[in-house]
């Protein structure tokens, strides 16, 4: 692969680190993380070799949904900083080799928001910026997200005698995307932002995004479209990273295709894929996850899947059956307190793993072998666990450990020095970013084998998900297989099969050398 093509197209090698500024780093002791914080612990990040920052809302904010309830796009919440602070850690970023996205969260504002206030004025401009009916249809409590918070997707506004929408929580109505003003000023918040500094974003929910009522566009998918086109106007290098939590087949339409090449969203997360890898943990059987990876579809060029061990929200599970659900339950979650919405779970993978490293470690070994960019949760990279005594989601959004970097740094055998070599292992595998996948069937349940190759290169990658030592045969091995992990190699049979043996919870990356 040349460096060139690789460098232009950044997003589909990159490493991302998904963070929370106000619980990374306290700069002044005040209770809150800060951008003055962030830039204080910046080449923690450097060192682990990452490449792409993803900062979760920093926004001005009543602080009801943990800063995704916005009162000003154009602003920093004071508590953590000023724009000032933003621009000096976007330029430190950049100076360290890191690009910085955020999330931008546009399906619906704070009903603090001023254009809300306005709104309810059913005379005002701003009150077409909200869906609002005289009477809530008769599904209105179909598809509520917070069950345990809400019972319909709509509420009554006193002051507007009317009815809005809202497919979160009451206090956060959702923006009406049809009106072509509503739309021009997300476009504005966008330049805004990379004006300032940013390389993109994460699009939050974004088919609940498109399923406002859109009268004025044939089809939704030209929202997001013009969106896509708009940014690369303003920022060539700039790009979009969906959450889209839906079946492979739906998930497709969102990257979107003009002659063959994507033209809405730049990734999608791979909900599919970690949902199944979870069940594959519970089993202990590698198939849910192996057979999940033979039906991903492939994106369009220039498109890619983002893989993830844990993100920011619950670890939905939603995409399992019941009884796959409840197997994963009873595995890692067997308490109702673990548990959220019952549909996910509100832990961190080192406690459901019972903190046992080696397989941990397997499972970041995965993460960053499978095909896609893989994307980091703040604190995996020392084994953070949950704090289930707060509420819902705030169980794995607590402080930052940094005692516990401090203690592993230097520390050989640890998870942030394997992570770190993980990282540099990933950035130097062109194979496993770019390479065409293709599954190894192995007569060994536990173990998923996979292999990567262009122009030449191959990267076979083997995981053990069992507890026990196996020994797998990977056909069609040409050449030396050399250890990229540990120091060793792998020589073929005169069959041309190679034999790999696995540890517990073993995994090895292997990568073919001409003789």
């Known amino acids: 692969m040349k460096l060139t093509r690789t460098a232009d197209l950044w997003w589909k090698n990159a490493v991302v680190y998904c963070l929370d500024v106000e619980t990374f780093h306290d700069s002044d002791g005040d209770g809150f993380g800060d951008f003055r ?34 009162t000003d796009f154009y602003s920093v919440d004071p508590r953590l900083g000023t724009l000032g602070d933003f621009v000096e850690f976007v330029r430190t970023a950049r100076d360290r080799g890191m690009r910085v ?43 509520v997200v917070f069950p345990d918070k809400e019972k319909s997707l709509w509420t009554y506004d006193r002051k507007a005698k009317r009815y809005y929408l809202h497919r979160f929580y009451r206090h956060q109505p959702d923006l009406n995307v049809a009106n072509p003003a509503v739309r021009d000023e997300i476009a504005r918040v966008m330049g805004f932002w990379m004006e300032l500094g940013l390389s993109g974003f994460r699009v939050d929910a974004v088919p609940f995004l498109l399923e406002a ?13 013009d969106l896509r086109a708009f940014l690369s106007r303003r920022n060539g290098e700039a790009i979009l990273l969906g959450e889209v939590n839906l079946p492979y087949t739906d998930a497709m339409a969102f990257f979107g295709k003009s002659d063959g090449v994507g033209d809405e969203l730049h990734m999608c997360f791979d909900f599919i894929g970690m949902q199944q890898m979870y069940l594959s943990l519970a089993r202990q059987d590698a198939s849910p996850l192996t057979h999940a990876l033979k039906e991903r579809p492939v994106p369009p ?3 890619h899947w983002a893989t993830f061990v844990r993100n920011h929200d619950e670890l939905t599970l939603d995409k399992l059956t019941v009884p796959e659900r409840q197997e994963v339950f009873a595995a890692f979650g067997p308490d109702e307190d673990m548990q959220l919405y019952g549909r996910g779970l509100r832990r961190r993978l080192p406690s459901m ?62 998870l ?32 998923l084998a996979h292999r ?36 060793g190699t792998v020589e073929p049979r005169k069959d041309g099969t190679a034999v790999v043996e696995l540890g517990p919870y073993g995994c090895r990356w292997l990568r073919k050398v001409s003789r």
């Open 101 to 143: 996205i955020a999330d931008l969260v546009v399906n619906h504002t704070s009903d603090q928001h001023p254009w809300f206030q306005a709104a309810r004025d059913r005379e005002s401009p701003f009150h077409d910026w909200y869906v609002w009916r005289d009477e809530p249809p008769a599904d209105a409590a179909e598809g």
């Open 416 to 447: 942030l020095a394997w992570v770190r070599l993980l990282v540099e292992r990933y950035r130097e595998c062109p194979e496993l970013a770019w390479g065409a996948f293709s599954a190894i069937d192995t007569e060994v349940p536990s173990v």
């Open 213 to 225: 009522p859109i009268d004025a566009l044939p089809d939704p998918h030209d929202y997001l479209a």
């Open 301 to 303: 060029r220039d498109c």
């Open 37 to 70: 914080g962030l830039i204080d612990k910046i080449d923690h990040l450097h060192k682990m070799g990452v490449t792409c920052l993803w900062l979760m809302p920093f926004f001005p904010t009543p602080d009801r949904d943990d800063g995704y309830d916005i």
């Open 353 to 414: 793993l019972g903190g046992d490293l080696g397989r941990i470690k397997m499972v970041y070994s995965l993460l960053f072998s499978l095909p896609g960019t893989p994307v980091l949760f703040y604190g995996e990279e020392v084994g953070m666990t949950e704090d289930l005594s707060l509420e819902g989601r705030l169980a794995v959004r607590t402080p930052m450990w940094w005692d516990a970097v401090d203690e592993q740094r230097r520390e050989p055998g640890s």
């Open 452 to 487: 990567c190759e262009i122009d030449g290169g191959v990267v076979i990658a083997v995981h053990n998900f069992a507890g026990e030592d196996v020994s797998v045969e990977v056909p069609k091995v040409e050449g030396v297989l050399t250890d990229l992990l540990v120091d």
